[in-house]
């Protein structure tokens, strides 16, 4: 199967600072998404990002499927953004990465 | 549209019961997949299923079962529970499968005791 690594696998940060979350991935994919997960453990849809860059508010995501990573932006972090992120991507199945677990301070 | 929902969302079970979860994906879409998330393990791939048809499995024992019925809703069941089932269930609906956007329900958190 495909090996999905993420990193750091722990991020504390002061509110307002800025983050940077990396995955890579050990093949070819076909789909990479990154979630979100609530403390109740729904996996809220961050971006379906296979290749190129995208924005979405204070949050933006860059994958290059060439080189096998992916980076999720998170600029002027808030108390909200607190959780743990997910990389995921798909050959014959959805692999998930181990996850980056994120606690912002206020 | 309404989202993927899941029921029941909590459940508590004794050893050697068996268990049955549902799953409604949103409307129109056919692929419907189970996960299985603990602390130790992580997300984990149970199976998929397209148009009633069960497409890939992960590597689960046979315990674990599902199906799809053709209004693409989707059931699993685990027989025969064992301490180690106790777990967060989550399942996911997309379009056409593995290559679409995959949304995942809020899952089922099952407790075996």
């Known amino acids: 199967g495909i090996q999905v690594e993420q990193s750091p696998p722990d991020l504390i940060l002061q509110e307002g600072a800025n983050s940077t979350l990396r995955c890579n991935f050990s093949?070819?994919?076909?789909?990479l998404q990154w979630f979100h997960q609530n403390p109740w453990g729904q996996l809220i849809n961050l971006f379906y990002?296979?290749?190129g860059t995208k924005q979405n508010g204070r949050l933006s995501a860059t994958t290059v499927a060439t080189e096998r990573y992916s980076l999720l932006y998170i600029s002027s972090s808030q108390t909200t953004d607190s959780g743990v992120y997910f990389c995921?991507?798909?050959?014959?199945?959805?692999?998930f990465g181990t996850g980056t677990s994120l606690t912002v301070i206020p | 549209k309404a989202g993927v929902t899941q029921t029941p969302r909590y459940l508590i079970k004794t050893r050697g019961q068996q268990v049955t979860l549902s799953c409604s994906p949103i409307?129109?879409?056919?692929?419907v997949s189970w996960y299985q998330q603990t602390p130790g393990q992580g997300l984990q791939f149970l199976f998929e299923?397209?148009?009633?048809?069960?497409?890939n499995k992960g590597n689960f024992p046979g315990r674990f079962s599902g199906r799809q019925f053709s209004n693409s809703r989707s059931e699993m069941n685990v027989s025969t529970l064992e301490l180690g089932d106790s777990a967060l269930y989550l399942c996911?609906?997309?379009?056409?499968?593995?290559?679409?956007?995959?949304?995942f329900g809020p899952g089922t958190r099952l407790t075996v005791t």
């Open positions: 409307s129109g879409h056919r692929s």
């Open positions: 996911a609906s997309s379009g056409q499968g593995w290559g679409y956007e995959q949304y």
């Open positions: 299923y397209f148009s009633e048809t069960q497409r």
């Open positions: 990002i296979p290749s």
């Open positions: 995921a991507v798909s050959g014959n199945q959805f692999y």
């Open positions: 093949d070819s994919v076909n789909n």
